[in-house]
T-cell receptor, first 108, second 112 residues
Framework: RKEVEQDPGPFNVPEGATVAFNCTYSNSASQSFFWYRQDCRKEPKLLMSVYSSGNEDGRFTAQLNRASQYISLLIRDSKLSDSATYLC?????????FGAGTRLTVKP | SQTIHQWPATLVQPVGSPLSLECTVEGTSNPNLYWYRQAAGRGLQLLFYSVGIGQISSEVPQNLSASRPQDRQFILSSKKLLLSDSGFYLCACDSSGANVLTFGAGSRLTVL
C-alpha cells in the first residue's frame, strides 16, 4: 500500500462547479497534513495546511479524518485558474510524503 | 521568507555522463533540505534529506548521491547517469520546522 494515495483523476468540471478530492494515508502517527498545488512543469506550492478541526480559506475547505486516515479538499465556485494538479502531503518520520496528485481541469 | 535557487534549470546529458545539480537557500539558517524527483506524470519521490551540514539520509538505493557542504547548500550528484535518472528534480526547504516545504523552481534532466 502506498503511504499517500490519491485519485489521479483527471477531474474535468465546468466553471462554477464544486469539486472534492480525497486522499488516504497509511502512517497513523502522522501529525502534519497539507494540500499543495502544482501547475504544469512548475514546482509545487503550498495551498493550505489541514487542521484537525477543519479549515477554510476562501473557496477552499480542507478536512481531516484521523480515524479513517484521510484528508479532503473541497473547491467551491471553480475558476479556470484552479486548473492544476493538487498534491496531498503527509509527514513521515523525518520528511514529507507526497501523493501522486489529482489533476483538475476547469472548463468554460 | 526563504528563497531557493536551483541550477541548472534544464539539461540534457548522455548516458554515463556525470551530474551535478545545485541548490542554495537564502533568508534562513539551519534549514532541513530535501531532494525530490518527479518522473513524467508521476508523484514526487523523496531521494535525500538533510538536517544539517554533512548529514545526509537516503530514502532509496539509487544511482545518485547528495552532499551538504554548507548550511544553505545542497548538491545532488551522479558519477554515471542512467536513462532512468531522467526527471524533474526539486530541492525543498523547511526552515520553520513545521513541515511546510518551499520548493525551488526545479531542474529538468533528460538523459539520452
Amino acid at each position: 500500500r502506498k503511504e499517500v494515495e490519491q485519485d489521479p483523476g483527471p477531474f474535468n468540471v465546468p466553471e462554477g462547479a464544486t469539486v472534492a478530492f480525497n486522499c488516504t494515508y497509511s502512517n497513523s502517527a502522522s501529525q502534519s497534513f497539507f494540500w499543495y498545488r502544482q501547475d504544469c512543469r512548475k514546482e509545487p506550492k503550498l495551498l493550505m495546511s489541514v487542521y484537525s478541526s477543519g479549515n477554510e480559506d476562501g473557496r477552499f475547505t480542507a478536512q481531516l479524518n484521523r480515524a479513517s486516515q484521510y484528508i479532503s479538499l473541497l473547491i467551491r465556485d471553480s475558476k479556470l485558474s484552479d486548473s492544476a494538479t493538487y498534491l496531498c502531503v503527509v509527514n513521515g518520520n523525518n520528511d514529507m510524503r507526497f501523493g501522486a496528485g489529482t489533476r483538475l481541469t476547469v472548463k468554460p | 521568507s526563504q528563497t531557493i535557487h536551483q541550477w541548472p534549470a534544464t539539461l540534457v546529458q548522455p548516458v554515463g555522463s556525470p551530474l551535478s545539480l545545485e541548490c542554495t537557500v537564502e533568508g534562513t539558517s539551519n534549514p532541513n533540505l530535501y531532494w525530490y524527483r518527479q518522473a513524467a506524470g508521476r508523484g514526487l519521490q523523496l531521494l535525500f534529506y538533510s538536517v544539517g551540514i554533512g548529514q545526509i539520509s537516503s530514502e532509496v538505493p539509487q544511482n545518485l548521491s547528495a552532499s551538504r557542504p554548507q548550511d544553505r547548500q545542497f548538491i545532488l550528484s551522479s558519477k554515471k547517469l542512467l536513462l532512468s535518472d531522467s526527471g524533474f528534480y526539486l530541492c525543498a526547504c523547511d526552515s520553520s520546522g513545521a513541515n511546510v516545504l518551499t520548493f525551488g523552481a526545479g531542474s529538468r534532466l533528460t538523459v539520452l
